[in-house]
């Protein structure tokens, strides 16, 4: 008996010093682990790092968070704060659908006409008279909802500070800030925007993936270089991921994008 006791003890010690090595046990290989289930619903390990790989081999600032289908938020400088430009317009439009005399009621077309380029085209003049409308109050009260840790408004919108971590739970969870009535408008603006706008993470989604989307950028007069975000929500039936990808100090428009679609192609390669 005193034998067999021993043996036991001799292998529980050997499995315990293998976890302790980095085996199962670990983090890192539980996530590997569950990045490879056969319903693909965790982001592998090695998709992050070779997304983070590549953006470390790029010009300017990254930081980019993804919400997997496991309910993880996992990516690099996830709370990393950058300027918004227009992702902002998102939290713009939720503020304004929230309004006491708009949420349980049908949108009047003068609204429909403020809203729509808001997000379909990024409409500076749609959010300029929006920002008049809501004032910066309102816009922060959806961030106090969505527990967004680090962001804050500015006089000039598009300075309004945010972090990747923040936007990829946002935009995942959009309907929980809407009322029922406004839930469908809203998202069906996001899987709408014009093609012109539709760079990075469109461009390399996982095929049958359908993306809402939302992205900001703004000039070199910046002092930034070119700040170049996206925001965006991936669905396949009742399957549903986000990501959020912000950079600056880039040297070009086009850089910023291409570098978005870079990240994005290595997030998204396992995913079917």
Request: glycine content about 10%; charged content about 30%; aromatic content about 6%.
């Amino acid at each position: 008996m005193r034998v067999l006791v021993a043996a036991i003890l001799a292998l529980a010690l050997t499995a315990g010093l293998a976890a302790m090595a980095g085996g199962a046990g670990s983090p890192v290989a539980s996530d590997r682990a569950a990045g490879h289930q056969r319903d693909g619903s965790c982001l592998a390990t090695a998709r992050i790092e070779a997304a983070e790989r590549y953006a470390k081999r790029r010009a300017g600032r990254i930081s980019f968070a993804v919400r997997d289908e496991c309910g993880r938020l996992v990516g690099s400088h996830r709370f990393r704060v950058h300027h918004s430009a227009s992702v902002v317009k998102v939290m713009m439009m939720v503020a304004y659908l929230n309004l006491g005399d708009v949420r349980d009621r049908e949108l009047r077309r003068s609204e429909r006409k403020l809203l729509g380029p808001l997000i379909k085209k990024s409409s500076d003049e749609s959010a300029n008279e929006l920002y008049g409308i809501l004032g910066e109050r309102r816009i922060e009260a959806v961030a106090r909802r969505a527990n967004m840790r680090r962001f804050s408004t500015q006089p000039t919108w598009g300075l309004s500070r945010i972090t990747a971590g923040d936007q990829a739970r946002f935009v995942l969870r959009l309907e929980r800030y809407l009322s029922r009535r406004h839930e469908d408008y809203a998202l069906g603006l996001m899987a709408r925007v014009i093609d012109p706008q539709r760079w990075g993470m469109p461009r390399v989604k996982p095929k049958g993936w359908k993306i809402r989307l939302k992205g900001g950028w703004s000039g070199a007069t910046s002092g930034e270089g070119w700040r170049v975000n996206q925001v965006a929500r991936l669905e396949n039936g009742d399957r549903r991921f986000s990501a959020a990808i912000l950079t600056r100090f880039n040297p070009s428009f086009g850089y910023g994008r291409q570098t978005i679609k870079g990240v994005a192609r290595r997030l998204f390669a396992d995913v079917r």
